[in-house]
């Protein structure tokens, strides 16, 4: 382990009193002679730990070079900014050794800063970095923009990447941790090159080790691991682009490759110490051994090799903080740029615009529709069409839910715009379907429209059927399926559910598929196995299901009785609810939905979605089912779709969207008897009395 303390031999300069602001000057813009220009920082050397901080600020230029990699003379700073307080000062010299007393001033850093730069400090020569706070002038809006679409550019072309975790601490984590750390990565490199027959012994002595440790310094991991670097999320671009990593806490040091292996044996080793942020930190940190998508796992695969669609990316950080809310999108663009296929980010251009006066609701509801128009059809990534437009919405369903669009973490934006300031409150449905959609009505023709145009969104448009209306919701309390050995809570907690869906449902047949009721009922709860994770029971052998099924009938449709010989169900049913309540239609469906969901709600067909969607009328109580099975839902305000007149109706809509009736989106929905383009077998028999609608979502 190496310990920061300098070489022998020190320049350090006189340090006049300097109270002056440095003032930067405009960076040389890009040339025939170089792509871009950054500023770099010479931390300048001093022989004394307490002298102030000094550094010269030199202008580069670099080229781009495609495809060949060239790496610089600077070394990129990974660390935490903290509270915008600024209460230390780092003095701002000129180029040159000539007169060292001369001062241009002092830039203002918070402590954590400060902290990081007299670690990094040595004694006897200059240290060449690059710091946003510093390099970058903040203050200037149109520089913030250009270097900070720069960044990955900057982070990738490093000689290395240094994360700063921060100073040690009183309860002593950093030298515990870290030498526990390096002594574990010692151990775990040699085992690798252990032959089988003696391999199982390194094995021993890992565990051994590990678990000493974790008995030993259980608040040490703790705090360790709560340092506020594990949440950012700009690190993880930094990180994932980077040529090398070295890890910094205190006065110790560690290379990449060590702490990961230390992530991942922990993750491994966890007695139930560690709480759910600990083990998403360690999960993250670490790739581990069924390949999941983790920063490791990317840093020790090629580009090649890693190719994933933007929301994926987004979802899988969705857990890193950050201060800024537009940063949410930005922090992650260079990794999505990196990771997306190239017929995707050559139609993204969002992912290069990284523009600081726009206000956030702009930044995420462009970003949307963008995605949305971007053309799927031809990428080879998953199993059938990737669904775009499907997953948007989901996504904008899933994440912060909302009764309505409005005011939420202080953020206005459209219902059908994904607020990334939220939390994750339930698992999208699959949106790559084996069946495809799940209603497609205009083979061909725009999914989607805005208004009032593609560069200022405020409407999505869709074409589509308000189908039917929601009658009754009825929540499943999920918390006792969660807990260890409660198949007895789980039974009582099943039954009260069930209790309560016989109130409503009469009928022992469900007529949209001519089940048994609670064989319907069953198969909804899971969303027909949509989120069977890979080592789930079901997942090994499709014939599972059917077994599941068959032991439902013959146990006389006792759902209840069954749950302590198919606790992978009762997993499964834990996961696909959360989040989400049962729902009743007025046609006699059923489905699940987010909680927000309302009777009233409308479940609608989109055209060209793999999924149904639950929408909620601005004018609801206009809203009515027409009685009988074929009847839709009526929609006062909506224009029918007619192709001959598509193009009118749109422009009256777009002339005043707020004179017509529009939705606001609620949920992507689960509906069993619907899920399997029987929608289009429905149309064809009744389209008469399925008009099609202009359907605004505002």
């Not at 040595?122 to 390099?135: E, F, K, Q, S, T």
């Not at 909302?402 to 994750?424: A, E, Q």
């Not at 793999?610 to 089912?625: H, T």
Request: with cysteine; net charge negative.
């Amino acid at each position: 382990m190496t310990m920061f303390k300098g070489g022998p031999g020190a320049w350090d300069p006189v340090h006049p009193g300097i109270s002056k602001i440095y003032q930067y000057r405009p960076l040389t813009p890009k040339c025939q002679e170089h792509d871009y220009t950054i500023r770099l920082l010479h931390l300048l050397p001093a022989r004394d730990s307490d002298a102030s901080l000094r550094c010269w600020l030199i202008e580069k230029g670099y080229r781009d070079y495609w495809g060949i990699p060239v790496y610089h003379d600077y070394h990129a700073v990974s660390y935490t900014w903290g509270d915008p307080v600024f209460p230390e000062a780092l003095e701002v010299l000129p180029n040159s050794f000539s007169s060292p007393t001369e001062s241009l001033g002092v830039i203002r850093i918070t402590q954590n800063l400060h902290s990081a730069l007299k670690h990094l400090r040595r004694r006897d020569v200059p240290v060449v970095l690059w710091v946003d706070a510093v390099c970058i002038n903040q203050s200037d809006v149109t520089e913030r923009n250009s270097q900070v679409s720069n960044m990955p550019n900057i982070y990738k072309k490093a000689s290395s990447t240094i994360v700063w975790l921060g100073d040690e601490s009183a309860v002593d984590d950093a030298r515990l941790c870290m030498s526990f750390f390096e002594n574990l990565g010692r151990l775990s490199s040699t085992s690798q090159g252990q032959q089988h027959s003696t391999s199982w012994r390194k094995r021993f002595e890992i565990n051994q080790l590990v678990g000493d440790f974790l008995d030993e310094n259980k608040a040490e991991i703790a705090f360790f691991l709560e340092r506020p670097w594990f949440r950012r999320r700009w690190i993880v671009q930094e990180v994932v682009l980077a040529k090398s990593v070295a890890i910094h806490c205190g006065q110790w040091k560690i290379d990449w490759d060590t702490f990961h292996l230390a992530m991942f044996e922990l993750f491994e080793s966890d007695q139930g110490i560690f709480t759910q942020d600990h083990r998403t930190t360690m999960r993250t940190m670490t790739g581990v051994r069924n390949g999941g998508r983790t920063i490791t796992a990317v840093r020790n695969i090629g580009v090649a090799a890693k190719k994933q669609l933007p929301l994926d990316t987004l979802v899988e950080f969705a857990s890193f903080l950050c201060a800024d809310p537009r940063d949410r999108l930005y922090a992650l663009y260079g990794v999505i740029k990196r990771w997306s296929p190239r017929q995707v980010t050559m139609q993204l251009s969002q992912i290069s615009n990284i523009d600081y006066s726009l206000p956030t609701e702009t930044v995420f509801t462009n970003f949307a529709a963008e995605l949305m128009q971007i053309n799927t059809h031809d990428l080879q990534l998953v199993a059938s069409r990737y669904w775009i437009v499907t997953h948007v919405l989901q996504l904008a369903t899933a994440f912060g839910q909302r009764d309505m669009p409005g005011d939420h973490f202080g953020i206005k934006i459209p219902s059908w715009v994904v607020d990334w300031t939220g939390d994750l409150c339930f698992e999208p449905l699959q949106h790559s379907r084996a069946n495809g959609v799940a209603f497609e009505a205009l083979r061909g023709n725009d999914v989607v429209q805005f208004l009032p145009n593609k560069e200022h969104p405020s409407h999505l448009v869709m074409v589509g059927i308000p189908f039917d209306m929601v009658t009754a919701t009825i929540s499943l309390d999920i918390a006792p399926m969660l807990l260890t050995n409660s198949v007895h809570k789980a039974r009582v907690s099943l039954n009260k559910f069930l209790s309560e869906v016989a109130r409503h449902v009469h009928d022992d047949s469900y007529k949209p598929t001519s089940e048994h009721l609670v064989t319907a009922l069953a198969i909804s709860l899971v969303a027909n196995w949509d989120h069977t994770p890979s080592n789930s029971y079901f997942a090994q052998d499709p014939r599972f299901i059917q077994d599941f099924l068959a032991q439902l009938r013959n146990q006389q449709y006792h759902l209840p009785e069954m749950l302590h010989k198919w606790p992978a169900y009762v997993e499964l049913m834990a996961i696909t609810m959360r989040g989400r309540s049962l729902f009743l239609t007025a046609k006699g469906y059923m489905g699940i939905a987010a909680t927000a969901v309302k009777t009233s709600d409308v479940v609608s067909l989109l055209d060209g979605q793999s999924v149904p969607f639950i929408l909620r009328p601005e004018r609801a109580a206009k809203y009515s089912v027409y009685h009988g099975e074929r009847g839709a839902v009526e929609a006062p305000g909506c224009f029918d779709y007619q192709a001959m007149r598509y193009s009118y109706d749109m422009a009256m809509l777009a002339s005043d969207p707020g004179a017509y009736n529009s939705f606001s989106l609620i949920s992507d929905a689960y509906v069993h008897g619907l899920m399997k383009g029987e929608s289009n077998e429905i149309m064809k028999k009744d389209g008469d009395d399925l008009a099609l609608k202009i359907i605004s979502i505002s």
